[in-house]
C-alpha cells in the first residue's frame, strides 16, 4: 500500500538538529584537499610540460600561473597539502589505537586546522 503520510514527514529531520562535530568537518575537508591538490597538479604539470615544449607555450602558462588567480591557486594548494599531510598524520596516529576519545580527538583535529595554517604561513614566508 501507498504510505498516505509521506506528503507530510520532514524529508531530512537529522538536517535541522544535527550539529557537526569537528571530527567530521575535517574528514569532509580531507576529501576536499585530496581532490583540490588534483587541480594544483595538474597546472604544475601544465607548467613543465609547457617548459618542455617551447617558449610560446611556457610564457602562456606561467602567465596564468603567476597572474593572481594562479598565485591564488597554488598558495591553497600549499594550504590544502599541509592540510592534508597533517590529517594524514593524524590518521596514522588513530590507527595505533591511540587519541580516539572524543578530548584528544577534538584537539588533534584543532591541531591539523591551526597547524595547517601556521605551516602554510611559514612556508610562504620561507620560499
Same mark, same amino acid.
Given at each position: 500500500?501507498?504510505?498516505?503520510?509521506?506528503?507530510?514527514?520532514?524529508?531530512?529531520?537529522?538536517?535541522?538538529?544535527?550539529?557537526?562535530? +569537528?571530527?567530521?568537518? @575535517?574528514?569532509?575537508?580531507? #576529501?576536499?584537499?585530496?581532490?583540490?591538490?588534483?587541480? $594544483?597538479?595538474? /597546472?604544475? &604539470?601544465?607548467?613543465?610540460?609547457?617548459?618542455?615544449?617551447?617558449?610560446?607555450?611556457?610564457?602562456?602558462?606561467?602567465?596564468?600561473?603567476?597572474?593572481?588567480?594562479?598565485?591564488?591557486?597554488?598558495?591553497?594548494?600549499?594550504?590544502? +597539502?599541509?592540510?592534508? @599531510?597533517?590529517?594524514?598524520? #593524524?590518521?596514522?596516529?588513530?590507527?595505533?589505537?591511540? $587519541?580516539?576519545? /572524543?578530548? &584528544?580527538?577534538?584537539?588533534?583535529?584543532?591541531?591539523?586546522?591551526?597547524?595547517?595554517?601556521?605551516?602554510?604561513?611559514?612556508?610562504?614566508?620561507?620560499?
Amino acid at each position: 500500500m501507498a504510505d498516505v503520510n509521506r506528503g507530510k514527514r520532514p524529508l531530512s529531520p537529522h538536517l535541522q538538529i544535527y550539529r557537526p562535530q +569537528l571530527n567530521s568537518v @575535517t574528514s569532509i575537508l580531507t #576529501r576536499i584537499t585530496g581532490n583540490g591538490l588534483i587541480v $594544483g597538479g595538474i /597546472l604544475v &604539470t601544465w607548467w613543465l610540460l609547457a617548459a618542455a615544449s617551447g617558449p610560446d607555450a611556457f610564457a602562456t602558462a606561467d602567465g596564468v600561473l603567476t597572474s593572481w588567480f594562479g598565485d591564488l591557486v597554488m598558495f591553497l594548494s600549499l594550504w590544502a +597539502l599541509w592540510y592534508h @599531510t597533517l590529517a594524514g598524520v #593524524r590518521h596514522l596516529y588513530w590507527d595505533t589505537g591511540r $587519541g580516539l576519545d /572524543l578530548k &584528544t580527538a577534538e584537539i588533534l583535529g584543532w591541531g591539523v586546522v591551526g597547524g595547517s595554517v601556521v605551516l602554510t604561513i611559514l612556508t610562504a614566508i620561507i620560499v
